[in-house]
């Protein structure tokens, strides 16, 4: 089954940042998805970030991190990358990148899918 695959979590103090990366199996094309990134943390539900679309390249972001994390995408690479700044202890959970057709505003996990197995992010002192 194709999928997501992603990378680049660990673990870090608070104020600290990280860079996320989202590539794509072999046989699966990420020009032709628009990508989001979601979060889960241990019993909550997955929780929307942001997303990017295709061509235009133009990226949404939750207003609760708007001001700390930045999604990229660089096409030629084939990989789009969440860049998490400032981060905070209540940033930790498993991310995520899914693939979807449309991005929008709200961030609908059930609007993705390819999802990969995730990267932890942990923050704590």
């Known amino acids: 089954q194709l999928r997501l695959v992603e990378s680049g979590g660990g673990s870090v103090q608070p104020g600290e940042s990280l860079k996320l990366s989202c590539e794509a199996d072999?046989?699966?094309?990420?020009?032709?998805?628009?990508i989001g990134w979601f979060r889960q943390a241990p019993g909550k539900e997955r929780e929307g970030v942001g997303c990017?679309?295709?061509?235009?390249?133009?990226?949404r972001i939750a207003e609760s991190v708007k001001h700390r994390f930045v999604i990229s995408r660089d096409n030629f690479q084939k990989v789009v990358r969440l860049h998490l700044n400032s981060l905070l202890p209540e940033d930790t959970a498993l991310y995520y990148c899914?693939?979807?057709?449309?991005?929008?505003?709200?961030?609908?996990?059930?609007?993705?899918?390819?999802w990969g197995q995730g990267t932890q992010v942990t923050v704590s002192s």
């Open positions: 899914g693939a979807t057709e449309v991005c929008r505003p709200t961030l609908r996990a059930d609007e993705y899918g390819f």
């Open positions: 072999e046989g699966l094309d990420l020009d032709h998805y628009d």
């Open positions: 990017i679309t295709s061509r235009t390249v133009v990226a």
